[in-house]
């Protein structure tokens, strides 16, 4: 079926379902104990040109090294190469960061941006509901 187990506690299935055996104080409860942590971060997502592995060497370290900082700040939570399953060549990128400003400031800001590689990005809020302890 369509729902799933908030760490073994309570299906979604019990929101929806005019059959579902659980009171609505017992899925109250259940929710208060599980992983349901509202929260807003931002996906920063890159479009790459085609020749991308190419043309990437001399503003690689400066791309990384922006990210690796805003890490380390606690401003970007990851990132990486995106693209199709079984292909080499990235057809872009995905970095999550915890605010807009920072998501802002590394697009501003990177290498890649500056110079050409990134054809095109875009920031995207994104509100994590459920996630894993």
């Known amino acids: 079926m369509f729902g799933f187990s908030l760490l073994g506690r309570v299906s979604l299935l019990a929101f ?73 060549v990235p057809s872009g990128a995905l970095f999550i960061f915890t605010d807009l400003e920072s998501a802002q400031l590394y697009a501003n800001e990177d290498p890649y941006v500056k110079n050409g590689i990134v054809t095109k990005f875009s920031i995207e809020e994104w509100n994590v509901v459920l996630q894993k302890e």
């Open 16 to 88: 929806i379902s005019p059959k579902s055996s659980l009171t609505s104080l017992q899925v109250t409860r259940n929710m208060a104990q599980s992983t349901f942590l509202p929260a807003k971060n931002y996906l920063l997502t890159y479009e790459y040109v085609s020749d991308v592995l190419e043309k990437r060497g001399p503003y690689r370290e400066g791309h990384l090294g922006l990210a690796k900082k805003m890490i380390e700040e606690g401003k970007c939570l990851s990132g990486g190469p995106t693209g199709e399953p079984n292909h080499e």
